[in-house]
């Protein structure tokens, strides 16, 4: 089993609607929760990071972790054309991490 | 944000020949540097983990030999690929994991990433 699951997609979406990105994984030690974009033919960028349970809000986008089921999510509200991009989660725990397969994500405006 | 310059960013080398990427973590200090491979579509794929001063640590089913990384400072590391052929043309990324910080949400960086076609 690995580590973190994330469906591949891709996942298509017109444009303003709300766009919900998930992992699984199997590791209950896992402290840090994070998400990257990576547009096409560029490396990842950090896009939010959240420690533990809980929720946190960053403009449009929402981190959400659900510890006791293993499931991340990542919100995206008012879709727009420019948030096409693959997006992966990722986990670390005692300085390992983890990285989805990544989710890839088309707005069609 | 912090910030990992990846160079070059694309490169065409003739099958035979030898190629080095470099990866360098402009504005803090990486002590752990990360190379990933990355085929269209696919996701990344981690080859080595290069640790400052230290050789890499290569994940199973990665040559060494091929694929040599040097992580010679807490700002630079630079993977060559040996002796390449057409079937190493890929997106090679490296990310860096900043020193500075106690809070490991936010340590792991990406480069932009370097184009390799080998014809």
């Known amino acids: 089993q690995k580590e973190v699951e994330q469906d591949p997609g891709p996942l298509s979406v017109p444009e303003g609607a709300i766009v919900s990105l998930n992992c699984t994984y199997s590791n209950s030690a896992f402290q840090y929760f994070m998400w990257y974009r990576q547009y096409s033919r560029k490396g990842p960028e950090l896009l939010m990071y959240t420690y533990s349970s809980g929720n946190k809000e960053d403009g449009r986008f929402t981190a959400q972790v659900d510890k006791s089921s293993k499931y991340i999510s990542l919100f995206i509200r008012d879709s727009q054309p420019s948030d096409s991009a693959t997006y992966l989660c990722?986990?670390?725990?005692?300085?390992?991490?983890?990285f989805g397969t990544g989710t890839s994500l088309t707005v069609i405006p | 944000g912090a910030v990992v310059s990846q160079h070059p960013s694309w490169v065409i080398c003739k099958s035979g020949t030898s190629v080095k990427i470099e990866c360098r973590s402009l504005?803090?200090?990486?002590?752990?540097m990360f190379w990933y491979r990355q085929f269209p579509k696919q996701s990344l794929m981690l080859m080595a983990t290069s640790n400052e001063g230290s050789k890499a640590t290569y994940e199973q089913g990665v040559e060494k030999d091929k694929f040599l990384i040097n992580h010679a400072s807490l700002t630079l590391s630079t993977l060559t690929v040996t002796s390449a052929h057409p079937e190493d043309s890929s997106f090679y990324i490296c990310?860096?994991?900043?020193?500075?910080?106690?809070?490991?949400?936010?340590?792991?960086?990406f480069g932009e990433g370097s184009w390799l076609t080998v014809v």
């Open positions: 990722a986990m670390s725990v005692h300085g390992q991490f983890y």
């Open positions: 504005d803090f200090q990486a002590t752990t």
């Open positions: 990310s860096a994991r900043r020193a500075d910080t106690g809070n490991p949400g936010n340590t792991i960086y």
